[in-house]
């Protein structure tokens, strides 16, 4: 006697394929409850922004919430009246010389701690990582003591020297991560053809480390550029002082100019983005590099 076989109901066309032909509810989420939340979240981010905008572009006195007509008295008051160029000046020399002796010591910081072995090495390291829960304003008392012994109060060089000692620790920490990601076999090679340790780094291991390069020097001049405490504290001279310390003085206990401040703070934050955007790839190259384990 022949059984027939009832033939298998047929999957509707529609339906997407499931991993072990398991239905999950929450693969089937309504395309409004993902875009209602992100797009609630982007305006309450862009908001303050155009907030911003708003005061720094439109009149004196105005109370419109458009910026039209479209004035530029405020930016022309900051940059000439409140010495905004002079400020403005000073924060790329500080942030590019930040940037530079950050990125040059901890490189050479960071080389030793990722190829050779010594004593208290662990102790060395975890030193670095606990030195970042000490808060900058700790720093400033030894600072500004060995600042005054030097005679370099009121200098753009005592904070560039702050800046870096304050960003020292975690910059040598990632970028000694980013040189266990090379494999030592690269430069055991360039021993074998003559090189020695110097130019081995110089043209094997350098080239690679672009990216984490990037990522380091990039946070320190940030940081320096945004950072208030060190250049409040370390510069007494208007001509020195730097953009935050800068938009600090629009402000007063009696009144607020808030086209100045809004202008100032459209000055100070247009450098980081344009630095930020043509940086993304390279700083998310970096931090992809550094997170994995060599």
């Not at 340790?197 to 350098?206: E, P, S």
Request: hydrophobic share 55%.
């Amino acid at each position: 006697m022949i059984t027939e076989i009832a033939p298998a109901p047929e999957r509707v066309a529609d339906e997407p394929v499931r991993p072990g032909g398991r239905h999950r509810a929450w693969d089937e989420v309504p395309r409004w409850q993902i875009y209602v939340p992100l797009t609630v979240y982007l305006l309450f981010t862009l908001i303050p922004f155009y907030w911003i905008l708003l005061f720094a572009l439109r009149p004196a006195g105005s109370t419109s919430l458009v910026p039209w007509p479209v004035t530029s008295e405020h930016f022309e008051k900051v940059w000439t009246e409140r010495s905004f160029g002079t400020y403005f000046a000073n924060s790329v020399y500080v942030g590019l010389a930040t940037l530079v002796l950050t990125t040059v010591v901890a490189l050479a910081g960071g080389y030793a701690l990722a190829r050779f072995d010594f004593r208290l090495k662990r102790g060395f390291m975890l030193a670095l990582l606990c030195s970042q829960f000490v808060p900058g304003a700790l720093l400033l008392v030894p600072l500004f003591q060995i600042f005054a012994r030097l005679s370099m109060i009121n200098s753009l060089g005592s904070v560039v020297i702050a800046e870096t000692v304050f960003q020292l620790p975690l910059s040598m920490i990632l970028i000694s991560g980013f040189i266990r990601n090379v494999p030592h076999s690269l430069e055991e090679a360039a021993w074998v053809d003559g090189c020695n340790r110097f130019t081995a780094f110089r043209i094997v291991v350098l080239p690679l480390l672009r990216p984490g390069l990037i990522a380091v020097g990039s946070f320190a001049f940030v940081h320096a550029w945004n950072h208030f405490l060190f250049a409040l504290m370390f510069l007494s001279d208007q001509s020195k002082q730097t953009i935050p310390v800068g938009l600090n003085t629009l402000m007063s206990s009696d009144s607020v100019d808030l086209g100045a401040l809004a202008a100032g703070g459209i000055i100070a934050a247009v450098p980081v983005v344009i630095v930020f955007a043509f940086i993304q790839k390279w700083l998310i190259t970096g931090f992809s590099a550094g997170a994995v384990k060599g």
